[in-house]
C-alpha cells in the first residue's frame, strides 16, 4: 500500500505561483509513475503533469505546459508541482496519484492510477 500526503495548496493571485508537495510513503519503492491531477468547478477531473519513478521524464497538460513543474526528490519520495503564471482557470482541488506501471501512452488517464492522496486546493483569484 502506498499513501500519499499533498500540501503546498492555497490562495493566490492571478500572476502568483504555487508550490505544491506529495509525500509518498509505504511501498514507495513500486511506483512507477507520479501524477497531479485537478478538478476545477464544473469540470471534470483532469490529468495537469506526470513524472516517472526516476525522474527522467515528465508530461504536461496542454493547458499547463510552460507554467507548470514537476519535478521529483527519489531519496525523500516527494513530487512537487511548481505552479507559476496562476490563472483563474486553474483554481482547484489538485490531487498526486500514483501508479505501479507506466505508459506514456496513458499517464494522464486517472483509470490507470492504483493510488491516490486526499488533495488540496488551490484557489486563484482576479
Known amino acids: 500500500q502506498v499513501q500519499l500526503v499533498e500540501s503546498g495548496g492555497g490562495s493566490v493571485q492571478a500572476g502568483g505561483s504555487l508550490r505544491l508537495s506529495c509525500a509518498a510513503s509505504g511501498y514507495a519503492a513500486s511506483v512507477a509513475c507520479l501524477g497531479w491531477f485537478r478538478q476545477s468547478p464544473g469540470k471534470e477531473r483532469e490529468g495537469v503533469a506526470a513524472i516517472t519513478a526516476g525522474g527522467g521524464r515528465t508530461y504536461y497538460s496542454n493547458s499547463v505546459k510552460g507554467r507548470f513543474t514537476i519535478s521529483r526528490d527519489t531519496a525523500k519520495n516527494t513530487v512537487f508541482l511548481q505552479m507559476d503564471s496562476l490563472a483563474a482557470e486553474d483554481t482547484g482541488m489538485y490531487s498526486c496519484?500514483?501508479?505501479?506501471?507506466?505508459?506514456?501512452?496513458?499517464?494522464?488517464?486517472?483509470?490507470?492510477?492504483?493510488?491516490w492522496g486526499q488533495g488540496t486546493q488551490v484557489t486563484v483569484s482576479l
Open positions: 496519484a500514483a501508479r505501479i506501471g507506466c505508459n506514456s501512452s496513458t499517464v494522464m488517464s486517472m483509470s490507470k492510477y492504483n493510488y
